[in-house]
């Protein structure tokens, strides 16, 4: 579990010249052999992965950090800290480009402007997922870039909304992995990612009762079926940069792309992961 809370300042152009970000997470790598590596000066620095390295220009960025004490033992989800600090960092940024007026890839690439590889794979996604193009009613597209494991990920969701109930259509991925020694492998892992984390966005939690855990097997905690798997398009840039990871970087986007994609088809923002969707009804 994981609580952030943010408060950004903003020019009269909208651009940021402030950024406060609290979070409140239990430490997953304290007592454990990673401890050393992972651990400094009580800080669990994958609690802020995302935002410490965030590629983002902004110039007064302030990060605090708890670790509350638990006695639920808890280890890393699949990117570890990124699938949460990612879901914050890109649910702001869309809330920001639409306070300022501007379209959410300018507004991402105004931020990205002296960082090419990261502005050329947002805008690779904008592109091969025809940006700006009409939607019927009900429909919407979110973008959400990110940035771990050295690899340079963005994913524009496509969804339809009616009443309480959310279909993901589409996904545009656009990936700088540096070089792709297998391209098949990249396509795969970025589709498998996506697979895995949307039963996540869509419903699957972990509840306790009187500390036990409540789910038992995948009846009470659902993966992704084959009906709701959406069409996932993979853009490889081509490079020649050192290769980098691949087998993580696909979650932390989706669930901000899709809850993005949900509030230009409605309105509404979706902060609290997983969605629920019977608030829309």
């Known amino acids: 579990m994981a609580l952030h809370r943010v408060k950004v300042g903003t020019d009269a152009n ?3 010249v402030g950024w406060q970000h609290k979070v409140v997470s239990q ?3 304290m007592n454990t052999p990673f401890e050393r590596i992972s651990v400094k000066d ?12 965030t590629p983002y220009a902004i110039s007064d960025l302030s990060i605090s950090v708890l670790h509350p004490k638990s006695p639920v033992p808890v280890l890393w989800f699949r990117s570890v800290g990124h699938n949460h600090t990612a879901h914050v960092m890109e649910i702001m940024m869309d809330e920001l480009s639409h306070l300022s007026g501007k379209d959410p890839v300018a507004f991402h690439l105004d931020l990205l402007a002296q960082k090419p590889r990261d502005a050329a794979v947002v ?25 771990s494991f050295n690899t340079r990920v963005a994913m524009i969701a496509e969804v339809a909304v009616e009443k309480s109930i959310l279909r993901v ?3 545009v991925v656009a990936v700088d992995c540096g070089v792709a020694i297998n391209p098949d492998v990249v396509t795969a892992q970025l589709e498998g990612a ?3 984390v949307l039963s996540s966005v869509l419903r699957n939690r972990i509840t306790l009762n009187k500390g036990v855990v409540e789910q038992s097997n995948f009846d009470e905690y659902e993966p992704t079926r084959m009906r709701e798997m959406p069409k996932v398009e993979v853009h490889i840039v081509k490079s020649t940069e050192r290769p980098s990871g691949i087998g ?12 993005n994609a949900i509030f230009a088809a409605t309105g509404m923002r979706m902060r609290s992961l997983p969605f629920d969707m019977k608030t829309l009804a």
């Open 14 to 16: 909208g651009r940021i």
């Open 123 to 147: 805008r690779l996604a904008a592109e091969k997922s025809g940006w700006g193009t009409p939607l019927p009613g009900g429909r919407g597209r979110g973008l959400a870039y990110h940035y």
């Open 42 to 53: 009580g800080i669990d620095l994958s609690s802020i992965e995302g935002i410490i390295d």
């Open 169 to 171: 259509d589409r996904v």
């Open 248 to 259: 993580e970087p696909g979650v932390p986007p989706l669930a901000p792309a899709i809850g």
């Open 194 to 196: 996506i697979g895995f």
């Open 27 to 29: 430490s997953i790598f």
